[in-house]
């Protein structure tokens, strides 16, 4: 049995580090504005929270502050990769202990995003390569360094921008998406 759950573990990875790689040399084809769609972040986030339930039922204190309904336009599927990597990488940082904050509001152009965990924070001496493709910090065979960049240029690419700040007492990614204009495609 330790053989096959081997196999299996390492066809995992190499199926991700596949994928990984696959979208991130097609990341230059986002769907067109005729594809964007009007999303309400709290209910993306709380379906993705659903799909985490079993990492955080116990030791990660999720609080929710939604503090908007506002609208942003952006291709579902694809920023909710984004949402998917910055939760998964704030769980990893906190060792799926602690707590994380997850914030929506909006500002006369954006709706704001802030999800900030609990962890170590990230060391000053390389906060500016964060972003930067196969940069990562995670051992060996974790992780290939792909998925912030990902992230950067999806939101990018949706007219948005992605920041963070860091510190011993954790990090807060902080994502603006464009509102969503009133008869925009729903």
Same mark, same amino acid.
Do not use: P, W
């Given at each position: 049995y330790r053989l096959v759950y081997v196999i299996q573990t390492a066809t995992e990875k190499a199926s991700h580090v596949v994928n990984?790689?696959?979208?991130?040399l097609h990341t230059d084809r986002l769907e067109t504005q005729s594809e964007l769609q009007k999303v309400h972040i709290p209910t993306e986030m709380d379906s993705i929270l659903t799909l985490y339930h079993a990492k955080?039922?116990?030791?990660?204190?999720?609080?929710?502050?939604?503090?908007t309904s506002d609208y942003c336009l952006v291709e579902r599927d694809k920023l909710n990769q984004v949402w998917i990597n910055i939760i998964n990488n704030a769980l990893q940082a906190m060792d799926y202990r602690g707590k994380m904050t997850i914030s929506v509001t909006s500002n006369e152009y954006?709706? $704001?995003?802030?999800?900030? +965990?609990?962890? !170590?924070? *990230?060391a000053p001496e390389i906060q500016d390569k964060i972003f930067l493709p196969f940069?990562?910090?995670?051992?060996?065979?974790?992780? $290939?360094?792909?998925?912030? +960049?990902?992230? !950067?240029? *999806?939101?990018?690419?949706?007219k948005g921008k992605i920041e963070f700040i860091s510190n011993e007492e954790g990090t807060e990614f902080r994502v603006f998406l464009p509102k969503g204009i009133e008869g925009e495609r729903v």
């Open positions: 990984a790689l696959k979208h991130y955080i039922k116990n030791d990660v204190e999720v609080v929710k502050l939604y503090k954006f709706v $704001i995003t802030s999800i900030r +965990d609990s962890g !170590k924070g *990230i940069f990562t910090t995670k051992k060996h065979g974790e992780g $290939i360094g792909l998925g912030l +960049d990902i992230c !950067k240029q *999806i939101v990018e690419k949706m």
